[in-house]
């Protein structure tokens, strides 16, 4: 394996500009990366660069950073819908668009036939191992998950996920890549669907449906027990109203598509919220009430 891992990666391209590509990219712009972050959509584009200078003018105005950084920072980033200009001279692809198995296989194909050899493409999917977009290029040893948590800016975690085809050197490179932009890499042996961090979470949030649905505690009484004594900075029930209970939903009903298991399915209590258009934060109302 090489000596320096990063010798090669300058220039990093992420593709989709939404909530998480964003974030990723001005992750990697401040960390020095020439960083274009590219979306199909002009609007995405204009409202990935806006929010991400009103984010950073808060972060300078707070002495969170300094001017100087942020501005270079910016000089280093291009704000595009040309993918294939960018792409032609990344040394490190990650793919951040829309969760669907069909628009990233035709994205990693696309990518595969522009990029220079080199290029690592990893995908920050949540669901989606990158097996099932490997076979779509023609460098399945060059491709992985590098899965960032939301805000991207803010959480250290990025769990590295080779795929039974990925090498050695692809995945040394993602760690290094992720430890540069001073992330706290997590590297996974193998694929295993949710990974590692929202295994544990899920199998929190679902403990605690179920004491809560057999009648054992509160769920407010739950979440003080999930806070004082598991030092968790929130309860599972907080939570879930921050991500959003119509999320939570529909992440259990696509597991159960995948497992076929009924234990797969959403909670009596999580079906009854999401039918009742109780989403959580996000709608005024979900376990706790926000109006
Ligand atoms: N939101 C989260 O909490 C979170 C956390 C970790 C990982 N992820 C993963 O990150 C990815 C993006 O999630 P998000 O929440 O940022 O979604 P989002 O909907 O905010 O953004 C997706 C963006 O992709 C763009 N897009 C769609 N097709 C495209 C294409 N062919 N080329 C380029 N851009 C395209 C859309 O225009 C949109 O701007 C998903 O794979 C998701 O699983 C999300």
Redesign the pocket.
């Given at each position: 394996m090489s000596e320096n891992p990063l010798q090669q990666i300058e220039h990093v391209t992420v593709?989709?500009?939404?909530?998480?590509?964003s974030q990723i990219a001005m992750v990697c712009a401040l960390a020095g990366y020439d960083t274009d972050v590219?979306?199909?959509?002009q609007e995405?584009v204009d409202r990935a660069a806006e929010q991400l200078h009103s984010r950073m003018d808060r972060d300078v105005s707070k002495g969170r950073r300094t001017r100087e950084d942020v501005d270079a920072a910016f000089e280093r980033m291009t704000f595009s819908t040309d993918?294939d200009e960018c792409a032609a001279q990344a040394d490190f692809v990650i793919e951040?668009?829309?969760?669907d198995l069909t628009?990233k296989r035709q994205?990693f194909a696309e990518l595969d036939a522009v990029c220079p050899e080199h290029t690592i493409l990893a995908?920050?999917?949540?669901?989606?191992v990158s097996s099932r977009v490997a076979d779509a290029t023609n460098r399945p040893e060059k491709v992985c998950n590098v899965?960032?948590?939301?805000p991207a800016l803010v959480m250290k975690c990025v769990e590295v996920v080779p795929n039974p085809a990925t090498s050695p050197e692809t995945v040394e490179t993602a760690m290094a890549l992720a430890r540069s932009i001073g992330k706290e890499p997590v590297q996974l042996k193998k694929e295993v669907p949710g990974f590692v961090a929202n295994r544990l979470l899920g199998a929190l949030r679902t403990e605690a449906l179920k004491l809560y649905e057999d009648g054992v505690a509160d769920y407010e009484d739950i979440d003080v027990a999930a806070k004082t004594a598991l030092n968790h900075p929130m309860g599972p029930f907080e939570l879930m109203d921050m991500v959003g209970i119509d999320v939570v939903y529909l992440i259990r009903l696509a597991e159960y598509e995948q497992t076929g298991d009924p234990a797969s399915l959403p909670a009596e209590s999580i079906r009854e919220k999401y039918e009742a258009g109780e989403y959580g934060r996000k709608s005024g109302r979900g376990w706790y009430d926000y109006e």
């Open positions: 593709i989709g500009a939404g909530a998480m590509g590219v979306d199909i959509a995405a993918r951040a668009a829309v969760e628009i994205v995908t920050n999917s949540s669901n989606i899965h960032f948590f939301n």
